[in-house]
């Protein structure tokens, strides 16, 4: 049976979970066989992986549910933990991917997901097999990291990006792509560019627009940290099975965490972070994949330092409706005075090229104490222009003045109806969460770099990490999605963007960042 949402006891019911999961850990080990008709995938011939059945746990006093938890018990790895989820839907179907038992270096012991096929009122989760060598010592990679999964309509086939770590620094692909026709049963992963020395930051899109000339193309983009973060991508025209080999955009743009996007003429456009994260860029492929136009401009960035020492930086979110909007959006400080704490702030643009000024999403007063990061941002995507529905979802802290010991850190989310013009008040998902609930990497403390949000069937969902105060064992920190799905709430209370001017003189309250080794 798929995990259901119940109500129970918050500290008996994530006893039994944790025991159900340890005792029923799933073998993530071996092969699946995916593909009686994943045209072009590998098979091995192994049973497949089957999916857990143990029933999730409510948060507790929150209306969240648990759909997935750390079922690896390696000493070299921080369990019970999971962090920085994607999120894709295609009709009742949502896929959810994200990183299962960090470790501080780099990576996790495995890449889960967690997949309902009811609109989000059950959940299945799993691990994908054949990736580290903490789940079969013959596996070729220590651990894997930034997992992002889409959906290939033309193909019919769920995608899940991660990025192999091997420590000893022996060549790596760019990228793995795991393939599933059901979002349950997932192939041994194909390597996309194999012999690169780094990588860092994969994201992975498909064309699924039927009128696009180029419908059915699959985009998977990375960055390469030993050439000073020079952004490489590839395509598959046939559902991920093969990719092309890597290439770079015209001006050779360094920078990370890239996201492609689609528009329905069939143009991908690619917003990220320049490589010292002082300036969100963008370019555009007009060709389905065949060559990448020159870099330009969104717009600056000036954010404040998150406290705490939480691991967040301001790397985009980004998406695209019906009509062709694309919308960037990420933590910035400009319009606080002393860069105090960040809003969030957006950029849109028609080709990817042109970019609209920057704009304030008013979650809440400019003189408010709270501070806004880690974005996840998605639209209907049959809505769009002054019509189209946009769900964010965020991490904050109420009071940015905080320290390890007293930062309280929140899960958010707002809608808007109209592209943007207009927001609903705040939600509150999730939270308080104390900092010290989360695991350690060399860049932070952990929740994700990354949060996603998607719509099915015209609901909005978000999916996020939540650490719990440990009851017996060193971490608490799982997958979670809320019971229900937010809603984006009555216009007549929505909150109007106005055309506010940055602090004068604004700028960031830290130092110019250096490029890191990378940031998996």
Same mark, same amino acid.
């Given at each position: ?85 994607? $999120? ?52 070729? /990679? ?47 992963? #194909? ?27 699959? /985009? ?12 490489? $991508? ?35 456009? #690619? ?81 990817? #090229? ?42 904050? /802290? ?46 932070? $403390? ?41 809603? $984006? ?32």
């Amino acid at each position: 049976m798929p995990w259901r949402v119940q109500r129970r006891s918050a500290r008996s019911a994530s006893q039994s979970l944790t025991a159900k999961l340890r005792r029923a850990a799933i073998c993530a080990a071996a092969a699946v066989s995916l593909l009686a008709g994943c045209g072009g995938g590998s098979s091995s011939g192994s049973p497949p992986v089957r999916v857990g059945t143990p029933t999730p746990t409510p948060s507790p006093a929150l209306n969240v549910v648990q759909i997935s938890s750390d079922t690896f018990t390696n000493s070299t790895s921080q369990h019970a933990t999971e962090v920085e989820p994607d $999120l894709e839907a295609n009709g009742s179907t949502l896929v959810s991917t994200f990183q299962v038992g960090r470790f501080f270096v780099a990576g996790a012991s495995g890449i889960g997901f967690s997949t309902s096929l009811d609109g989000g009122h059950t959940w299945r989760p799993g691990v994908l097999p054949a990736i580290t060598r903490v789940q079969n010592p013959l596996n070729a /990679y220590d651990s894997a990291s930034d997992p992002s999964v889409a959906y290939d309509v033309a193909h019919g086939v769920w995608l899940i990006a991660s990025l192999p770590v091997i420590n000893s620094g022996a060549p790596e692909p760019g990228a793995l792509i795991s393939r599933s026709r059901n979002g349950l049963f997932w192939s041994p992963p #194909v390597s996309v560019a194999p012999g690169q020395k780094f990588a860092d930051k994969t994201w992975i899109r498909c064309d699924d627009h039927t009128a696009s000339p180029f419908y059915g193309h699959c /985009y998977v983009e990375w960055d390469d940290p030993s050439e000073n973060g020079l952004i490489k $991508l590839s395509t598959s025209i046939d559902g991920g099975a093969t990719w092309s080999p890597f290439m770079s955009p015209g001006n050779a743009p360094m920078g990370l965490g890239g996201i492609p996007v689609v528009q329905p003429n069939g143009t991908v456009v #690619v917003p990220l972070d320049d490589f010292n994260q002082a300036n969100i860029i963008a370019f555009v492929s007009k060709n389905g994949g065949a060559s990448w136009n020159s870099w330009t401009e969104v717009a600056t960035i000036t954010d404040h330092e998150v406290d705490g020492g939480l691991r967040t930086t301001p790397l985009p979110t980004a998406t695209v409706d019906a009509e062709g909007v694309v919308y960037v959006v990420w933590q910035d400080c400009r319009f606080r005075a002393g860069c105090a704490s960040n809003d969030l702030v957006m950029s849109k643009s028609s080709d990817g #090229v042109h970019w609209g000024g920057v704009v304030r999403i008013p979650i809440d007063p400019k003189s408010s104490s709270d501070d806004h990061f880690i974005p996840g941002l998605s639209v209907d995507p049959l809505t769009g222009g002054a019509s189209a529905h946009l769900a964010l979802a965020y991490y904050f /802290y109420p009071n940015t003045n905080c320290s390890l010991a007293s930062c309280q850190l929140d899960v958010g989310f707002v809608g808007s109806l109209d592209g943007g013009a207009t927001w609903s008040p705040p939600q509150k998902l999730a939270g308080p969460m104390n900092l010290g609930a989360l695991p350690g990497t060399r860049d932070g $403390l952990m929740v994700g770099d990354y949060i996603a949000t998607a719509f099915s069937n015209g609901a909005p969902y978000a999916v996020f990490a939540i650490a719990n105060p440990a009851a017996g064992i060193r971490f608490d920190e799982a997958t979670y999605v809320p019971r229900r799905a937010p809603p $984006l709430g009555d216009r007549r209370f929505f909150a109007r963007v106005v055309p506010d001017r940055p602090v004068p003189g604004a700028k960031s309250d830290h130092s110019p960042r250096r490029p890191r080794p990378f940031e998996d």
